[in-house]
């Protein structure tokens, strides 16, 4: 594995600067930072998936769920809803449970 281009000191540093900079995206006019999709919302809220990152705007934290499973009830830090309910709460009152309305906000642009 070469990393000499990425800056890296040995091949142990290697994943760590691969890892940083993509989390970048260079588009010519300045750097923005990737996104990952909100498996509830599907606006692009969150840093990295599976890491248990609350979605701003629908107020889903992201437990690693995901279309395969999603009419599964896990009962952990979602409550006693699946994420096929989160969904349709979302669509009918914007956020992932009616009890979140007041804690969400609208997506932004750069979450489209």
């Not at 309910?85 to 609208?106: D, I, M, Q, T």
Request: net charge negative; hydrophobic share 35%; with cysteine.
């Amino acid at each position: 594995m070469r990393c000499l281009r990425l800056n890296a000191r040995d091949n142990s540093d290697c994943s760590r600067v691969i890892q940083e900079s993509l989390n970048f995206v260079n588009f010519g006019m300045g750097t923005a930072t990737l996104r990952f999709r909100c498996p509830c919302c599907g606006f692009r809220t969150l840093d990295a998936p599976n890491i248990l990152a609350l979605c701003p705007v629908c107020w889903w934290e992201d437990d690693g769920q995901e279309d395969f499973d999603a009419h599964e009830v896990r009962n952990t830090v979602n409550g006693d809803w699946s994420l096929e309910e989160a969904r349709l709460h979302y669509s009918k009152c914007g956020a992932s449970h009616p009890r979140f309305v007041r804690y969400v906000r609208k997506p932004e642009v750069s979450e489209q």
